[in-house]
């Protein structure tokens, strides 16, 4: 006991010493090495099947046990660790969403509409000059003919983020004031579309139109196994000089030619929307524009942030939120667990920065996902001792919607569960009857469905509450700080993260665990929709239990979280504040840490983990880094 109580010491002193040798003082970042060293072999023993890893921006320490990488830093007894710090660590783009312009560029529209309702001047002329704003006169814009079609998409992307879409146009003459006028009474006196996502089309006019051309390699061989080989007839040869061409009318895009052209000079040109969606369910219509069938979406979101113009948003509830709370409602926020790390502060002043916009009350869908474990794992063991051969879980709304139209010989074997969602809308309205709910987090799909449960008003998005942040002028440094009044357990707050689901519910069945062999999907594509596929018709899996994500890694790489992580310094001074703070019967045993350590989700599937969140005795883990292919796939 003495010797874990002197290692964790030893792990604090070692951090504390890595940050400011990193930030101030260069001399003592050997001393953190040592530190750390010391730390691992201290535990070698523990570590014969992991590999323990300590990077930082100028050194890179890595101690080779076995196949598995564990991400060995930033342990410290007792208090919330962000995910800020990692910023020293390693890039935040390995795990996050990846910062582009285009999501910059929906954050900031969102925020001006938003500072313009708070001005109480949404309606107003002042709106209408909001395109002129972010375009003035003699600006350029690299994929834009003018500045002028510039200023008309930013017009017509302001529809959808005012809860409206492209057959709510009018006609081009027609005011932004008279469309935001439209969206507050349908705010105030309606509900929200149907239809969760759409596409600008005048945003949408700078992508290929074919998919397959030939370059100038083309080198004019005899063999012409292009022309020869194309099934339309649509490849020809110049008579003078040999060289092959393709005529696209008749061309189907078979990609026939491009493999079996010996040079390789046929090119294979990827419309980045319709080559993100899994399921085909974006293509372009007679005029050239995608469209999105939403009765082959799933609502995955891939497409949103791979088309390079930012042509494709979903249907905002902002306003109709900001309505509710503005007329006086109780509005109560709940929250999906991978809120965790979205903000450069503690959690519970992201909660009080709730509180501040106007939300009544704030309740962790991790509380909610409690109830899932507990179900699931009961479901799970009652369906194993009928014969059933494996059960998928029922969390993840992407995958539910791809089970009803894709795969519906999968039915069966998809978990009756409901979400942690579902269980939370529950736990607020048993609380607050009267209470308009609305969830919070990472995903598209969970405004699909929001529409098929009657206790789910609303849903916002990360990247939404983060514009309202930002247009009420929040300072999440100096909020006031707003404390669940439940909390949670570590594994419910795994839920965030691949693995989460399936590491709760082996931990909630203890021995029963170890007779289950569990897998995991954590990245809806067409190979592991195969899978799937394959998985639902024969009725035999390599596992009995099933995890399904629909986001690589899981919901912490939804679709619309915040693109970018900030504040290290003013973190670590939080941290230091929040640890005077701490109790000593709220500390982390030497022996509880270390088994936390060495649990065996940690290692699984070869992922390197880190630990972002000590909420007392509750540590939450999230995959960081480049993952290793799981065994599915």
Known sequence: MKKEKLTVLFCQIGTAITYLSLKWFPLPLPLSVAFTKFIIFTYKDSYINQSATFHSDRTNLNIKRGKCDFSFFNISIGHKLSLSLQNLITNPFNYMAFTNNIMIVRHRLLTELVKLWKNGELTTDKIDRLPLELSPRRSKHAGRCCVHKERAVWKYKSLPLLGLDMDDETDELTPLSEYAARAIERANNGKPKDNIMCVIDEACSACVQINYEITDLCRGCTARSCQYNCPKGAVHVHADTGKAWIDHDTCISCGICHKSCPYHAIVYIPVPCEESCPVKAIS???????????????????????????????????????????????????????????????????????????????????????????????????????????????????????????????????????????????????????????FVGPCVAKRKEAQRDEAVDFVMTFEEVSSIFDAFEVNLEIVQPYAMEFSSVREAHGFAQAGGVMGAVKAFLKMEADKINAIQVSDLNKKNIGTLRAYAKSGKAPGQFIEVMACEGGCITGPVLIAAVTGNVSWYKNWLNRKRRIKSRNCLSGKTLFAILHHREVCQNETIYHLTHLRMYKVHCVPLGKRMEPPLQ
Do not use: W
Request: proline residues 4%; aromatic residues 10%; hydrophobic residues 35%.
């Open 284 to 438: 372009k219509d007679e005029h050239g524009i995608e469209h999105i069938d939403e009765n082959k979406c799933i609502y995955c979101g891939k497409c949103m942030n791979a088309c390079p113009f930012g042509a494709i948003f979903e249907i905002s509830q902002t306003f109709d939120v900001l309505q509710r709370i503005r007329k006086g409602e109780q509005v109560v926020a709940i929250v999906a667990p991978s809120i965790l790390g979205q903000f450069s502060t503690t959690i519970e002043q992201v909660y009080g920065a709730f509180r501040q916009i106007g939300f009544t009350d704030i309740i962790e869908v991790a509380q909610g996902a409690m109830s899932t474990v507990e179900h699931e794992a009961h479901e799970l063991i009652e369906k194993l001792e009928e014969g059933q051969k494996f059960m998928t879980t029922s969390c993840c709304p992407s995958y539910i919607e791809l089970v009803n139209k894709y795969i519906p010989d999968m039915k069966k074997y998809v978990s009756g569960t409901g979400s942690p969602m579902y269980y939370a809308a529950r736990i607020a309205k048993e609380k607050y009857p009267d209470a308009k709910i609305v």
